[in-house]
């Protein structure tokens, strides 16, 4: 997918894409439109207009065959193809794509499924974080991240046992500066528009959230001057739960002391894990992170009972590091095959979405095989890192009453004990536990075709 898809949008002064796939039929369909004026002030966005307002005297509409002979015509054919490829491999329920030319921002809203919200009675019927990439970074990159972050985010909130469908927000486009009024209101514009809970992820700073709160969406949550707080603690305390669950489970021991643990990514969630961890009386831990700064500031942080059971090792050498347990919690895809051949550890847990280095579920299954043929136990990440999600639906769901209360309550059913009945499933059953996890919840995803399709035992 060389070419732009938001290039054919820009040259017929159009500004949007919108997408639909029928993963029952195989059926799709596309149209382009123009859906507001070049000079629209997007910083008067919930003041002056809202969702439902039009926002142009000229309205421009696509079918699908008009829309079709508009990428022939600019030489985007094979962009469209090889997205509604990517739509059909993931069974995704559709994509729309914004483009606000003199902002320089380019949105993709994924979405993968809306079956487990339509019931919720709320405008939100989808969640899932909102990222940026810079403009450095390749379109088809961020739509092949963009498209597995939505399917996974559909499994994840069903697991998490919270109402809604999974979807994703990518913006591409330079840092959004925190009083860009302008630019924070055609985001949030866009948030209303995919019906999603959301919330700040990588390229955009919690405090994002507040200003969209404060001045146009409640939609979007996980702000620090939100009543929950940023979720890194709580996710690092899912996790840990998760942890425990799974060293009972194939180490047969009750707990973590004296375990050795590597911690790759020292952010909002690596960090507080890596405190916990230490809590939980680890004794040797392992950290990397890419910056300098985080490594320092968590060094710095520690006692020096602590400091004496920690050691900083390069981000390069902390996916070979010979320790009991590896926990991802940076970027993505870090596990590919060559990866997983050179682990020297006994389980993989972290909060890192998508860890495997998979473009579908097919491929994620075949390297969760490929590390329980090595005697790795792994489980998919969306078993455990749901607490941000958590933390979000109840944030969204009750406002300024929200309860961390009712969070921990939470992080406890699904993280805790969720996990230990999947890992005990998955042994009982003879496959790995990322399948367990698939057979488990894709009927709540896919209605009406029964156990994950064959697709969880393939």
Known sequence: MAASLFDPLLAEGLTSLRIRHDWRTGRSGALASKDWEPDLAFGRYAADFDLETELTGSPVLLDDSATRALYRREGAEGALDGLLDLLREGRHQG???WVHSPLGI???SNMHSDVPG???GRHAIRAGGIRRHGPADAEEEVLVDGLNLARAMSFKNVAARVPYGGSKICVHSEPVALDDLEALGFLAWCIDRSRSCTGPDMGFDPRHADVLRAHFT???VGGPAGALGPTGAPTARGVLLALRGAVSDHLGRDGLAGLSVAIQGLGAVGAPLATALLGEGVSRLLVADQEACRRASFLDSLGEADRARTEVVDPTEVLTAEVDILSPNAVGGVLGPDEIDALRCRIVMGAANNQLRAVSQAEELALAERLDSRGVLYQVDWMHNSA?????????EHQESASMERVEAHLEQVCGEGVAQNLAAARSE???PTAMAYTRVAEAIY??????RGEARA
């Not at 941000?388 to 969204?396: D, K, L, N, P, S």
């Not at 209605?447 to 994950?452: C, T, Y």
């Open 218 to 220: 409640r939609a979007i």
């Open 118 to 120: 339509l019931g919720n």
């Open 388 to 396: 941000g999600v958590i933390a979000g639906c109840e944030e969204y």
């Open 447 to 452: 209605p009406g075709e029964g156990q994950a």
């Open 95 to 97: 994509i729309d794509l």
């Open 430 to 432: 003879a496959i790995t």
């Open 106 to 108: 380019r949105v993709i």
